[in-house]
T-cell receptor, first 116, second 113 residues
């Protein structure tokens, strides 16, 4: 296992279409995070899983966004009815932690979404 | 909630110059503090971290000291190289009340030969 992997690396879609991204975390990591990064900004938190449970969602995650981690391993992020404002880099990260430990997150290379 | 503020960029330096990128934080409790680096076309990588007050994190010639009294975690390097050109993010996971890491807006560094 060489790290967090995301697929695809790039996605161009037409406005109104649905897209789905996949993230494979580091295998022993129980925590998985999705972030969104726009040009010139730091990553913004979207949602967090501990094992298969989605424990926290940002207000940035509108009802067009849904994330799953069905078996506590890989995760998918789906965006329905995409809008141009959804164009961004979507980052996945994973970490190993118990309780409220301050453990570092390991990031994938991201999926760059362009909505035209 | 937690927040992280870092100096705006871009920062442009000549090779071998001294680098400081300022970062201040607000947090509940005393969380760990991180610096991440993002090289062009790549994902974020952890550069260094400090887990408690007065700790100094260091890696690849970069250093940052966790200063509780000034709530700061400034990144420094004595002599930058062209290969250090990247975007640097100060980050803090919450000490209490959640699990997400909060990132600053990032500071882009250009190092000229």
């Amino acid at each position: 296992d060489t790290g967090v992997s995301q697929d695809p690396r790039h996605k161009i879609t037409k406005r109104g279409q649905n897209v789905t991204f996949r993230c494979d975390p580091i295998s022993e990591h129980n925590r998985l995070y999705w972030y969104r990064q726009t040009l010139g900004q730091g990553p913004e938190f979207l949602t967090y899983f501990q094992n298969e449970a989605q424990l926290e969602k940002s207000r940035l995650l509108s009802d067009r966004f849904s994330a799953e981690r069905p078996k506590g391993s890989f995760s998918t992020l789906e965006i329905q009815r995409t809008e141009q404002g959804d164009s961004a880099m979507y980052l996945c990260a994973s970490s190993l932690g118990q309780g409220l430990g301050n453990t570092e997150a390991f990031f994938g290379q991201g999926t760059r979404l362009t909505v035209v | 909630g937690n927040s992280v503020t870092q100096m705006e960029g871009p920062v442009t330096l000549s090779e071998e110059a001294f680098l400081t990128i300022n970062c201040t934080y607000t947090a509940t409790g005393y969380p760990s503090l991180f610096w991440y680096v993002q090289y062009p076309g790549e994902g974020l990588q952890l550069l260094l971290k400090a887990t408690k007050a007065d700790d100094k994190g260091s890696n690849k010639g970069f250093e940052a000291t966790y200063r509780k009294e000034t709530t700061s975690f400034h990144l420094e390097k004595g002599s930058v190289q062209v290969s250090d050109s990247a975007v640097y993010f100060c980050a803090s996971p919450p000490g209490t009340g959640g699990f997400k890491t909060i990132f600053g807006a990032g500071t882009r560094l250009f190092v000229k030969a």
